[in-house]
Each structure stands twice: as C-alpha cells, then as structure tokens.
C-alpha cells in the first residue's frame, strides 16, 4: 500500500511540473503598462547611478521629441540632454537622488499610452519635484517618451 | 456657328457643375485635427462670451478627466469645473480674454491624440498664461480633452 502511494504522489508530482512548465511557456508577452512601467524604473535607476545617457535612453531619440517645462519647450533630444546636463551635471549642480511616485499609465491604443505621475530629486541642498505628464510610444526598440511635460 | 459654340459652353459648364458636386459628396468626412482644432477654438469661444459651461464641454464629462496644473491633480469634470469656477468666476476675479497660440495637434492613433499649445488669459488686471498638454480621445459625441497638464 505505501508503495502505491509513493507512487501517486509522484505522479501527482509530475503533472504538477508538467503544469508550471506550460503556464511559463504560454504565459503572455510583458503588457503595455508593465511595460512602460520598466522603462520608468530604469530611467530612475540609471540616473540614480548618475547615468544620464541611460536615464536619456527613456525618451524617443528624434528631433521630435518635445519637453515643456514652465514657460520653455524644448525640440529634440540633443536639446533635451543639453537642459539637463545644464540643470543636473554644469557647476555646482547635483544629479542627487530622483523617485517617482503616484505613477497612472492610460494605454491609449496598441502603441501608445501617456503617463500621469509625480517626481522628486533630493539633493544635498533642497528637494525639487512637481508633476509630469508622459506620452509614450511604442517603436521598434520598446515603449519611449515621445512628449515630457513636467510642472516643478 | 456662333449657336455651336454656345452648345460647346453650355455642355462645358454642365460638366464643370457634374465635377464640383462629384468632389463635394466624394470630400472626406473632418480629419482629426481640423476636428480637435475646432474643439479648441469652440472653447476659446466660449469662454469669450462668458461660458463656462461651453467651454467645459471641450473636456470628457467623466469622473476619471484628470487636470494637473503646478503642484495639484484635480480628478473628475465637476471637480475641474469647480476650480476654473472658484479661479475665473468668484468675488473679484475675471475670465477675461482666452486665446490659445503655438497648437500642435499629433495623433496617435485613430481615436487619440496629445496637443501641446500655450494659452493666455488677458483681464483688467494682469495677463495670465502657460502652457498646456491635452490628451484628447475620440468618443460617440466628438472628440475630448481626457487629460490636461496645464503649467503657468
């Protein structure tokens, strides 16, 4: 009788397996909004390690891309990284610590979406933050800004 | 001869009137731009005449349209409502004059779109002004602002 046992068990064990192995083979291609989500972390991530290339790398690299902060709108890419390199990296500036928080992706269609959400640096000096609103598209290399409109 | 030639004329303009009335049914219905464009300038508009409720009917009537402006996030249409109310129209304030400039309309897909644009505000006393991003989805009524990050 223990043998039998034993032997169900196993068995009970083997679909079990079988089971797992399936769902992680059908499970569905990462979402929209995880994601854009992932996009966000990393940009918070590399500009954490002081990596402003990598935190750029969120963003749509075209001469399109647009970035309106206050009064000033920024065209492009290159534009884009010159302001925060002059903001966050010239003399006597700090890239300090960056969070987000109160993040609301809205998909819009298959290949677009737009990001509600709220920013804080902390430096050695003061915390800066406001709110942002993102445009997201989806290109060939992932889920990229197309349109930053931040409020300090 | 001459009656030949009227004959020629005649049928000429017959055929001029066939093309015309050809290319009017055959015109394409309003694109999407020419269509949110004209939910702006409506808004405008009213505004102008003192409407704060026409104006308000370029926004999603739900409880899910988000406003951010500076530092606030205002969720809901009556909410967004109660605040241009309590800015434009309480003791001792004015809605003055609106005009929008520097619209750009990109689509990004059938039913969405964004809209970066500047607007101003000109009263008695002071001119007020910003930018603005407006997420605009296309719903059975027309086309509606779901989204407005607007900063001063």
Chains 1, 2 share one sequence.
């Not at 010239?90 to 993040?103: A, H, T």
Request: charged share 30%.
């Amino acid at each position: 009788m223990r043998k039998s046992h034993c032997y169900i068990a196993g068995w009970k064990v083997a679909v079990g397996i079988c089971v797992l192995v399936f769902l992680a083979a059908a499970a569905p291609p990462e979402g929209p909004k995880a994601a854009i989500r992932r996009v966000l972390d990393d940009q918070a991530k590399a500009w954490n390690k002081g990596d402003l290339e990598g935190f750029m790398d969120g963003y749509w690299k075209s001469p399109d891309l647009t970035f309106s902060s206050g009064k000033d709108r920024t065209h492009g890419w290159d534009a884009t990284m010159q302001r925060y390199r002059k903001r966050y990296q010239s003399e006597g500036r700090e890239m300090g610590k960056l969070s987000f928080s109160e993040i609301e992706i809205e998909t819009l269609g298959p290949e677009s979406a737009f990001v509600r959400g709220r920013w804080k640096v902390v430096n050695s000096k003061e915390t800066l933050g406001g709110q942002f609103t993102l445009v997201f598209k989806k290109f060939p290399e992932g889920w990229r800004i197309i349109h930053d409109h931040t409020s300090n």
